[in-house]
């Protein structure tokens, strides 16, 4: 009976890890969005100046798109 619980504890520890992994992407992800949607303030707000204004806003979209993407839990390597 013990072996069964310590495996029991075991996948449910993998399970809490794989949602707070999947948690923590996806916060990520949200926060991509609200930069994006402050950018596209920024580009109505400012109108023909928002190459200049909203630079830095869009340089800390872009780098967040590269960094911040949802990913799984699994990773397949493929050669």
Known sequence: MAVDEVKTAQIQAKLQER?????ESWVKAMEVRLVRDELDKC???EGVNH???CKWLADKYLSM???NRV?????????
């Open 51 to 53: 190459y200049e204004n």
């Open 43 to 45: 580009h109505k707000g």
């Open 71 to 79: 990913k799984g839990y699994k990773v397949i390597d493929v050669q």
């Open 19 to 23: 949602e707070e992994h999947i948690r």
């Open 65 to 67: 798109l590269r960094d």
